[in-house]
């Protein structure tokens, strides 16, 4: 079983970039769905974006084409480039892990990061 630990939050400007990270302490990483969700302050958690063990990926409407995820085997990551980032990504960042085929439901994920803040300013 992985047990999930988000890094790489921070406050940047609108039109930056961070890059979030995945990480696994326990369990190879890349035998699972890792999927990407948001929390936003009022609001329910959103799926931002999956990638299967297939490496096929998936992304919301809201942050394709600015967003991708990757993964590292060797490092036993999976990461998420955001770029161009506007004041409305600005949330809880969960990494998730899931065995399932579905991508873009949280029911859909058994194991879940603390999540890490993304806040821009505009």
């Known amino acids: 079983q992985v047990h999930l630990v988000e890094s790489g939050g921070g406050l940047v400007q609108a039109g930056g970039s961070l890059r979030l990270s995945c990480a696994s302490s326990?369990?190879?990483?890349?035998?699972?769905?890792i999927g990407w969700f948001r929390q936003a302050p009022g609001k329910e958690r959103e799926f931002v974006s999956a990638?299967?063990?297939?490496?096929?990926?998936y992304y919301a409407v809201s942050v394709k084409g600015r967003f991708t995820i990757s993964r590292d085997y060797a490092k036993n990551m999976v990461y998420l480039q955001m770029n161009s980032l506007k004041a409305e990504d600005t949330a809880v960042y969960y990494c998730?892990?899931?065995?399932?085929?579905?991508?873009?439901?949280?029911?859909?994920?058994?194991?879940w990061g603390q999540g890490t803040q993304v806040t821009v300013s505009s």
């Open positions: 998730a892990a899931g065995t399932t085929a579905l991508a873009d439901s949280s029911a859909e994920y058994d194991n």
């Open positions: 326990g369990g190879t990483i890349s035998l699972y769905k």
């Open positions: 990638i299967r063990r297939s490496t096929d990926t």
